[in-house]
């Protein structure tokens, strides 16, 4: 399969605790971007990459948030000092080009913060 | 600011009966139109887009759009529905003189009854 993966899919943690999520996105896309999605609600922007630079960042992305793309190619978007508001399913995309439309989502992680 | 609507939380629809699932958008600029479908548990799949041309677009599963400049709308249709279309679906928009982050509306549930 050489779309979009996420790891993990699911993590449960306890407040205050950090956690980590990966996004491998698809080969050869230079855009990778976080969206955050809690329930009844569409995914909402977090942050973009144009290879290593991240060009964006949505207000919705505290300073416990971070994203990293080191190399161009995976992603990791860290958030320390849980809270219970966190809990949602995290979205990672990818597109590719100059004038790339399409992005192309993973499957999501799901935390849940206790 | 960039804005989707999508006014119905639900659609019930027969099988074999055609569906509409609405849409209407706000940019300052040229839009580029997006839905995508989310099953349970599952992250985003691309359906179909909008960016120039043909008001009338053809996607995936045998879903088409229908791009209304004058109503601001992008409402997607299907002539004959499946149960198997059943599923949260989302209209996005995005400005791409502004930026490249996609703004999602909060998605309709489908639902095709037997």
């Known amino acids: 399969d050489t779309g979009v993966s996420q790891n993990p899919r699911h993590k449960i943690t306890k407040r205050g605790q950090n956690v980590t999520f990966r996004c491998d996105p698809i080969?050869?896309?230079?855009?990778l971007y976080w969206y955050r999605q809690t329930l009844g609600q569409g995914p909402e922007f977090l942050t973009y990459?144009?290879?290593?630079?991240?060009?964006?960042k949505s207000r919705l992305l505290s300073d416990r948030f971070s994203a990293e793309r080191p190399k161009g190619s995976f992603s990791t978007l860290e958030i320390q000092r849980t809270e219970q508001g966190d809990s949602a399913m995290y979205l990672c995309?990818?597109?590719?080009?100059?004038?790339?439309?399409?992005?192309?989502f993973g499957p999501g992680t799901r935390l849940l913060v206790l | 600011a960039q804005s989707v609507a999508q006014p119905e939380d639900q659609v019930n629809v027969a099988e074999g009966n055609p569906l509409t699932v609405k849409c209407t958008y706000s940019?300052?600029?040229?839009?580029?139109l997006f839905w995508y479908v989310q099953y349970p548990n599952r992250g985003l799949q691309f359906l179909l887009k909008?960016?120039?041309?043909?008001?009338l677009v053809k996607g995936s599963y045998g879903f088409e759009a229908e791009f209304n400049k004058s109503q601001t709308s992008f409402h997607l249709k299907k002539p004959s529905a499946l149960v198997s279309d059943s599923a949260l679906y989302f209209c996005?928009?995005?400005?791409?003189?502004?930026?490249?982050?996609?703004?999602f509306g909060k998605g309709t549930r489908l639902h095709i009854l037997p």
């Open positions: 995309a990818s597109s590719a080009g100059l004038l790339q439309e399409t992005q192309y």
């Open positions: 080969s050869e896309h230079n855009r």
């Open positions: 990459f144009q290879n290593e630079a991240q060009l964006e």
């Open positions: 940019v300052s600029g040229n839009p580029y």
């Open positions: 909008y960016i120039t041309g043909d008001n």
């Open positions: 996005a928009v995005r400005d791409f003189a502004r930026d490249d982050k996609i703004i």
